[in-house]
């Protein structure tokens, strides 16, 4: 049956439409192509920031828990988790005498829990590695389910196992391995984009998407695991990149929130070897592993820049010269050549801005970050040059590269010429097969944060993406969805139950859309929206069902949600939250409200809405 999918109106300029001028425009056909990508707010094309999807998101995602206090309260994470361990272990049972009022508690039995899926997409995810012995082995960091793992390169309907650590883990932002060790490795928590009060504007210490607690390691392939870098109590904090020395195991690098970090006893210890604050990623020289080259700043954070060391971390310097900015307001990322140690790259985002000439810089060194030249301007990063952007050299060919943001880009030449690879539109909608393609072969979905290559395949390289892990296994002329069984798709509040039915079930997901669970594992997926949020089932009439997308664009079905229709209230002015509720009354079931800078209300399922006073 035909699916209509809704993104939220916008024009030409990406400003949003009233819903009378995008119907009447037709753009509800036009603007399907959208549904993968983060739907952003107004942004005229004057070179004035164009805030994403993905900032909204994440500041959301801090407000709704600091509330009503600016920051989110030190010490609570690890507190509820050291709580829900000790005494959530098991049901309590309450056993109540009647005869003398007194209540007491039993504990039962365990009940077991039973995931749902999706098990055919993925979620937001941060960065991937490879077993160093065993390519076929892929280790995938998600930004809210932890750290996954697959032996099976990521193919199949269930390709990917959960790798439990033993900690309150939800965000995984890096994965690190010994040199030449399949059991030795290090992971980094959290997802901070943001320091204190650095900011662009709106931006303003909430920009993070999961609380970090240091680093951890394994020593028996992530069977068991231990605190490496502790920072169980201090919420604000994140690890961006964590690197092992190539020649001296015992000494690994950290760049993190909090500046640049180094241990010389294999991570049982750390010392601060550099202040700079929100380093978000750090490489080794191969041969000469005294000499760091490491890159500092997001959101406008102070110090922000390329430093280099040639001691060790005693000392360092700022690299200015070449053209390196001083003056951005994304983050940097480097890539290392591995057929040319003195080969590196430095992707440079420009936080929100977009045209009028901004742009986001790729820089090449040939003697590891002592100069540099720039290679190119091409906007890759576009308005996440703060989120998602990487690069990453071919491994026996120096001038070839992928550069991600949005989308995939490829050079040849280092840089000079760069093509664009793959779109962020087009991904299938409906039951997607589990471990099948997501959508045509030039689709990867969108926002990617981190590029591996394949050590002996060339032509294999795999990309963490907003929507999972995605590869090519041709060099970039075609790609595919590798997340069968990868279930880390992150719910936004919101989600609903059929009222008899125990397999429907409806919700709204960052960066993926609404989907429903009809009961299997394969959700129909991609219903309405760049970002589904809240959702409602007819109690009377299950078969009517309402989903929303970004700021309060409520779709509505009547065949239980496999066609829609735009019931939104109207535009009012104000501001809108990023998921803005819609509740549907148990006691009257055409009566919907909705949640803005003002109280709707209609009384007919959504096609006539009042403000309530």
Same mark, same amino acid.
Request: charged share 20%; with cysteine.
């Given at each position: ?28 056909? =036009? ?87 999706? +098990? ?71 997802? =901070? ?225 760069? $093509? ?35 050590? +002996? ?19 970039? $002329? ?10 880390? +798709? ?124």
């Amino acid at each position: 049956m035909r699916r209509r999918h809704l993104p939220t109106p916008r024009d030409s300029r990406g400003l949003r439409l009233s819903r009378r001028q995008a119907w009447s425009a037709g753009l509800g056909l =036009v603007l399907v192509a959208a549904i993968s990508v983060s739907v952003l707010r107004p942004s005229p094309d004057d070179g004035s920031p164009r805030i994403s999807g993905a900032y909204r998101a994440l500041s959301f995602w801090g407000d709704s828990r600091s509330y009503p206090e600016r920051d989110i309260p030190r010490g609570g994470l690890t507190r509820a988790y050291e709580y829900s361990r000790d005494a959530l272990q098991r049901p309590v049972e309450e056993v109540f005498d009647l005869e003398s009022g007194d209540g007491r508690f039993r504990r039962g039995q365990a009940t077991a829990w039973e995931a749902m899926g999706p +098990t055919n997409l993925g979620g937001r995810t941060l960065a991937v590695a490879l077993d160093p012995n065993d390519a076929n082995t892929v280790y995938a960091g998600s930004a809210a389910g932890g750290l996954w793992k697959s032996t099976t390169g990521g193919v199949g309907a269930a390709a990917w196992q959960r790798v439990p650590t033993g900690f309150p883990v939800l965000g995984v932002s890096t994965i690190e391995f010994e040199p030449g060790s399949s059991s030795v490795f290090y992971i980094g928590t959290g997802e =901070v984009y943001n320091h204190m009060t650095a900011g662009n504007q709106a931006a303003d210490r909430r920009t993070r998407g999961s609380y970090g607690i240091g680093i951890l390691k394994t020593t028996d392939g992530g069977t068991t695991w231990a605190k490496s870098l502790d920072w169980s109590y201090e919420q604000q904090r994140g690890s961006w990149a964590v690197r092992v020395d190539p020649l001296d195991e015992s000494t690994v690098w950290a760049a993190t929130t909090e500046g640049t970090y180094k241990s010389t006893d294999a991570g049982a210890t750390w010392v601060q070897k550099h202040a700079v604050v929100m380093a978000m990623d750090l490489r080794v020289h191969a041969t000469d592993p005294n000499t760091v080259v490491v890159g500092c700043g997001d959101l406008e954070s102070p110090g922000r820049g390329i430093y280099r060391t040639t001691d060790g971390g005693d000392t360092w310097s700022q690299i200015t010269d070449g053209g390196i900015p001083t003056d951005f307001e994304g983050k940097i990322q480097l890539g290392a050549s591995p057929s040319s140690p003195d080969w590196i790259y430095a992707s440079i985002g420009n936080g929100f801005l977009v045209g009028q000439g901004n742009f986001t810089w790729l820089f090449r060194s040939t003697d590891f970050g002592e100069t540099w030249e720039l290679r190119s301007t091409e906007d890759y990063s576009q308005w996440q040059g703060w989120f998602s952007h990487d690069v990453a050299v071919h491994p026996a060919n120096p001038d070839r590269i992928f550069c991600v943001g949005i989308s995939i880009w490829r050079s040849v030449t280092g840089g000079t010429t760069m $093509n664009q690879r793959s779109v962020n539109f087009g991904g299938f909608s409906g039951p997607v097969p589990a471990g099948g393609p997501e959508g045509p072969s030039n689709y990867s979905h969108s926002d990617h944060h981190d590029i591996v290559w394949h050590p +002996t395949d060339f032509g294999t390289t795999y990309f963490a993406t907003d929507g999972g892990v995605f590869r090519t296994t041709d060099g970039g $002329n075609t790609f595919e969805g590798a997340n069968g069984g990868y279930q880390t +798709t992150q719910f936004y509040s919101g989600t609903s139950s059929h009222p008899t039915d125990a397999n429907f079930y409806i919700g709204g997901f960052q960066d993926n859309s609404s989907t429903i669970y009809r009961g299997g594992p394969e959700w129909d997926v991609r219903l309405l929206g760049g970002d589904g949020g809240w959702a409602a089932v007819d109690g009377t009439d299950p078969d009517n069902v309402f989903a929303t997308a970004q700021r309060l664009f409520v779709g509505r079905s009547t065949d239980g949600g496999l066609d829609w229709n735009d019931v939104s209230p109207p535009d009012l002015g104000g501001p809108i939250a990023f998921i803005a509720p819609l509740v549907l009354s148990s006691g009257s079931p055409q009566t919907l409200y909705g949640g803005s800078s003002f109280l709707f209300k209609s009384t007919d399922f959504g096609n006539q809405w009042a403000v309530e006073n």
